[in-house]
């Protein structure tokens, strides 16, 4: 299986600004996920709803095909603990296959194998005991329709059946979606080993420790089989950004052609492939002049096809709206690209900073802040510390947590410095998280979130969350899969001018 490279795919940045690279966030409130999860739940309501209608087959039963009663066995078998396949099937000239033998997972036993000439060969113990239950077809055609039935059954076993925790890990059972399988290729690719990726899978989609469909044996195998597939995908996906990008620049350059204020600038790589690119519009760059005291510049978002990072910068008018000010795509989340981001930023808009920027948590970003506006004051929007909570302190604090996040709640809205570091060190020590190293991260940042040490900026109705749902709204509109940077660059344009 291959990634398809048709389509752009953005993710948020999962990356934790830790600086762990095995640690990573799972958004609350992240649609994608929600979906996800509650796809996931309807599908085991599903097939336990469809599970529970299923009883025991017998002879005479009829099936309009092979394949509806192989479907029908098999859901029996799994509500009983065991598994079937596939075993003889007899044919004719005249009827072609007439019979199908369907046959326990434990029917039968193995055959020798020759060993191979190897100095420590696998002694691999077969799961076969000659279990005798089985499900034998007969096809007939009544009235000039096709039609099988149940021939011979048997329902008796020489094991034991296994629980329902027990009878999901059998092979036909452990399926890979096709989903899944893309999110495991690009989890992969990203460099995380086999455990950690399903780990990553387990928080994903709400479930407890093994209770995925499928094993790390089977992600294992998975992605060995595909090794050829993802090396072939990534020299697609190579081709397909440097020629998307080079299509982005000539629609910037065919854009300032027709609107000598529209503004757009780039960086290319000693082998003069595009590596950074931004742009404004004149709409934007006449909005900074009365709304351009408090931007916020958004870097929630990644192309997973491109590889390129997505920073948005918005203002905010009289009526507490975002206004569109300028994008850009960068191709790392480095001190240079965001420099580089910043000063293009302030070129576009004619060298006035801000009073107040807000960002997300990241330390790459804020040290170009630091450089690059000295000025600025710059916070980090309670909305970002507040969707990462859950991911950070759940796995630690579990039942707990929901108490954890309520006093976590009251202390950032404390107005005095001193009472807020007081219950600060309350909270650390009443949970037990002096050595959390995401504790530490929001303490090393505390000047630019709590509301004691911003309450003196002027932020406007940027912190409210209506501004940041309406944020969201307009990422959707536009990351909704575009096909190429350059329908990107238009949907874009539509939106924000």
């Avoid at 290319?268 to 690119?277: A, H, L, M």
Wanted: charge should be negative; include cysteine.
């Amino acid at each position: 299986m291959t990634m398809k490279p048709s389509s752009n795919i953005w993710i948020r940045r999962q990356q934790c600004p830790c600086g762990d690279w095995k640690c990573y966030v799972k958004y609350e409130g992240d649609d994608q996920t929600s979906v996800s999860s509650q796809l996931i739940k309807n599908e085991t309501t599903s097939t336990s709803s469809s599970s529970e209608a299923v009883f025991m087959p017998y002879v005479g039963q009829i099936f309009k095909t092979d394949e509806d009663a192989f479907e029908y066995y098999s859901n029996f078998a799994r509500k009983n603990g065991f598994s079937i396949r596939k075993a003889r099937s007899t044919e004719s000239q005249n009827l072609g296959i007439y019979r199908r033998d369907f046959v326990c997972y434990r029917s039968g036993f193995n055959q020798p194998r020759k060993k191979a000439n190897v100095e420590h060969p696998r002694d691999r113990k077969s799961v076969r005991c000659g279990c005798d239950a089985k499900l034998y077809l007969t096809k007939e055609i009544v009235n000039g329709v096709t039609q099988w039935y149940i021939s011979q059954f048997s329902n008796v076993h020489n094991h034991e059946l296994l629980e329902d925790d027990q009878v999901r890990l059998l092979p036909a059972y452990r399926k890979i979606q096709e989903a899944d399988q893309e999110r495991i290729l690009l989890l992969s690719k990203a460099g995380f080993p086999v455990n950690r990726i399903v780990k990553v899978l387990e928080l994903e989609k709400g479930v407890q420790p093994g209770q995925l469909p499928f094993i790390e044996k089977d992600v294992r195998n998975f992605v060995r089989t595909c090794k050829k597939s993802v090396q072939e995908n990534d020299a697609l996906l190579t081709e397909k950004r440097e020629n998307d990008t080079l299509e982005l620049l000539e629609a910037c350059k065919a854009m300032a052609e027709r609107d000598a204020d529209f503004v757009y600038d780039y960086t290319t790589d000693e082998n003069s492939k595009i590596e950074n690119i931004s742009w404004s519009y004149a709409d934007s760059v006449r909005a900074y002049t009365v709304f351009g005291d408090v931007v916020t510049f958004d870097t929630t978002y990644r192309s997973i096809t491109y590889g390129l990072l997505l920073g948005v910068w918005f203002g905010i008018d009289n009526h507490g709206k975002p206004v569109f000010l300028g994008c850009a795509l960068l191709q790392d989340e480095s001190l240079n690209s965001f420099a580089w981001a910043l000063q293009t930023f302030l070129r576009f808009m004619r060298g006035r900073c801000p009073q107040t920027v807000l960002t997300d948590i990241d330390s790459s970003l804020r040290d170009a802040i630091a450089r690059e506006l000295p000025d600025t004051k710059h916070v980090i929007c309670s909305w970002h510390v507040h969707s990462k909570l859950s991911s950070w302190f759940t796995p630690s604090l579990g039942s707990q947590y929901e108490e954890f996040k309520a006093e976590f709640d009251m202390l950032c809205h404390l107005e005095g410095i001193e009472e807020f570091e007081h219950q600060w060190n309350h909270l650390v020590a009443r949970f037990g998280l002096a050595s959390d190293k995401h504790i530490a991260l929001l303490f090393s940042y505390r000047t630019s979130w709590p509301l004691s040490y911003i309450r003196s900026y002027f932020l406007a109705r940027s912190m409210t969350a209506e501004f940041y749902q309406s944020l969201d709204e307009f990422f959707k509109r536009i990351l909704s899969g575009q096909t190429c940077l350059q329908l990107f660059f238009e949907q874009v344009c539509w939106l924000g001018m």
